[in-house]
């Protein structure tokens, strides 16, 4: 160190401030990767559970048949329609051919060409997602309703408020 006319010393920069300075730029890299890593995986939490189970701290999740279907609530106004207009010609597709419902030899294919000429629609329009899933969904409430076709027409009809004489 030299002395000044001043009196004062003048001392060397120090290393010590130069390694603090790659310490908080290592530690903000850090830091960013964590909180990135961290977002994805609540943005995914897919990725978080392909990670548990590829670490072997949990079960691999065990596959659906279906996914989740939408509530009513959730169909828009047109589809809610048209819910109103196909769930009565359902009906009295199913119950008309009700020996083939209960056998499990009517077809989706039977029913929505059934639909198609009675609502003068194309049938491709009955094969879109929305729609085809009104039709699925009251088809499932009368096989609900009538234990698949083993319960008598008759009583499935009264169960669901249908007349069949109508």
């Given amino acids: 160190a030299t ?3 001043t009196g004062k010393i003048k001392r060397a ?3 010590r401030k ?3 300075r790659r310490w908080w730029w290592l530690a903000g890299v ?6 990135g890593a961290a977002l994805v995986l609540h943005l995914r939490p897919e990725w978080l559970q392909a990670l548990r189970v590829a670490a072997g701290v949990a079960q691999p999740p065990k596959p659906t048949a279906r996914p989740r279907k939408a509530s009513a609530r959730s169909r828009s106004a047109g589809t809610r329609l048209f819910e109103r207009a196909v769930v009565p010609l359902v009906r009295d597709y199913v119950f008309a051919h009700y020996g083939d419902f209960a056998a499990s030899r009517l077809t989706f294919r039977d029913l929505k060409t059934h639909l198609a ?3 003068h629609v194309p049938y491709e329009e009955l094969q879109t997602d929305e729609l085809s899933e009104v039709i699925e969904d009251a088809v499932d409430v009368i096989a609900n309703k009538c234990d698949g076709g083993q ?3 008759e009583d499935c009809a009264t ?3 249908f ?3 109508g």
């Fill in 3 to 5: 002395q000044q006319a």
């Fill in 151 to 153: 319960t008598p027409a």
């Fill in 159 to 161: 169960a669901l408020g």
């Fill in 13 to 15: 920069p120090s290393k």
């Fill in 30 to 35: 850090t830091l960013a990767l964590s909180v």
């Fill in 18 to 20: 130069r390694h603090g």
């Fill in 163 to 165: 007349d069949l004489a």
């Fill in 117 to 119: 000429e009675s609502m």
